[in-house]
């Protein structure tokens, strides 16, 4: 990613979020109480555990979910990385120079203290997240 870039999570596509959290429960993680998002119409929580990757779970509300399709081909597997920046407009307009194309427009994430978010897609590296610091 770009140099300004900061690792914030690994965003992991589940069937259901208790089921697959109880593993990082058993590995010494805590876990964040579960949301939803109208905007991805999926459930999120994060697990965290010190000196370690954070990792957000999300879980389909229905068909019509964006990580369901991902589910579908590869079962559990990461969905996306997401990255925090200074400045979301800058960062999406040195993406886009990059080749990668927004998903959605920016909105304000439930999940992450309503801050501003917006996903984005690459063929050559897949799909990101930005969150705006």
Sequence with gaps: MLPYFRFHHIGVAVFDIDSTAKY???AGYSKTDTVYDPVQNVYICFVIKDEMPMVELLAPKDETSPVTRTLEKN???????????????????????????????????????????????????????????
């Design 75 to 133: 079962g559990v597997a990461p969905y996306h990385f997401c990255y925090e920046v200074d400045d979301i407009t800058q960062a999406i307009a040195d993406l886009r120079k990059l080749r990668f194309v927004p998903i959605i427009k920016t909105v304000d994430a439930c999940a992450i203290d309503n801050r501003k978010v917006c996903f984005l897609f690459n063929k050559s590296v897949g799909l990101i997240e930005l969150v705006e610091a």
């Design 24 to 26: 990082y429960l058993d």
